[in-house]
């Protein structure tokens, strides 16, 4: 077993600090901007650690300010995503934190649908799990609340684009860049009732050659602790996991480039899959 398999549940350090100090408005609301406008823009900006003194409480008001640009803009809030929930993801990326950021509906690929690169930098595609989220969940939860929370467990990919270059920041950064967020798409919910999710082999094909393979257990030892520790960030920030949102628990993989003109099809044994095309 490694390391991170045995993780304790209730040990799942998700380290934000307990007091965080008032971030100045007018600083947090010109970094969102920053990165917002290089979202619309694709376009990648300079690390705001490069300039700015950012720790993680004032990087999640960053994010929170991004993702309310976007509200304002007509978008809705419809869950979260855990990052670097999985070992391969911590050492890809250089970082050993357990983050998450903020998912909306303009983020949603339907499944089997075309995803048109051009609105991307240099998009990445990750395996997943999803949760659908059936009953509200917030705070400390045992593995059993968590479970009869859930209303549907998928398999899911999730496509990534960071706005620094080279997806190199630190980790207040990639916060502040709602964890690099950029589309999502799942497969057909499952009935999750006695399933057990410690250990479903995950494959990721483009054009049928297969690309990354994994296991759900490299998500912090089960997904399910991915789904106990974001209801205990949503506490923290005074959110709670809603009916009808759905949570990305985090790559089992590293993440992949991924090309214009491919089909993508990630599958979980017993989840069955999700497929994307991208042009
Ligand atoms: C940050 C996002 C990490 C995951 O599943 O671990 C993440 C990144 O890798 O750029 O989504
Ligand atoms: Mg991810």
Redesign the pocket.
């Known amino acids: 077993m490694s390391d991170i398999q045995a993780v304790d549940i209730q040990a799942v350090d998700t380290r934000r600090p307990a007091a965080p100090q008032p971030a100045d408005p007018e600083l947090v609301a010109r970094l969102a901007a920053t990165l917002d406008e290089a979202a619309l823009a694709h376009r990648t900006v300079a690390r705001l650690t490069d300039t700015t003194e950012l720790d993680l409480a004032a990087a999640y008001r960053v994010q929170r300010t991004v993702i309310d640009r976007r509200l304002s803009r007509g978008e809705a809030l419809i869950g979260v ?6 070992r391969a ?1 911590m050492i ?2 250089g970082v050993d934190d357990v983050i998450w950021g903020l998912l909306t509906d303009a983020m949603l690929v339907e499944e089997g649908g075309v995803l048109d690169l051009a609105d991307l930098i240099h998009p990445r595609i ?1 395996p ?1 799990i999803a949760f659908l989220i059936g009953s509200p969940l917030s705070g400390t939860v045992t593995p059993a609340e968590a479970v009869r929370a859930i209303a549907g467990v998928a398999v899911a990919y ?1 496509v ?1 684009d ?1 706005r620094y270059a080279d ?1 190199n920041f630190t980790l207040p950064d ?1 916060i502040a860049d709602n ?2 967020a950029a589309g999502f798409g799942f497969g057909t919910w499952h009935d999750p009732t006695g399933m057990n999710l410690s250990n479903l082999g995950l494959l990721v094909e483009i054009d049928g050659r297969v690309v990354a393979s994994g296991s759900s257990a490299a998500i912090l030892g089960n997904p399910l602790r991915s789904l106990i520790a974001a209801a205990r960030l949503a506490a923290e920030v005074g959110l709670e996991l809603r009916p009808g949102w759905v949570v ?1 628990a ?2 089992a993989t590293a ?1 992949m480039p991924l090309p214009e003109g491919v089909h993508v099809r990630v599958s979980a044994a017993g989840l069955g899959r999700a497929e994307v095309t991208t042009r």
């Open positions: 995503k855990m990052g670097f929930t999985s993801k890809q990326m990750e997943e999730e990534l960071s997806f990639v964890a690099s990305l985090g790559a993440a």
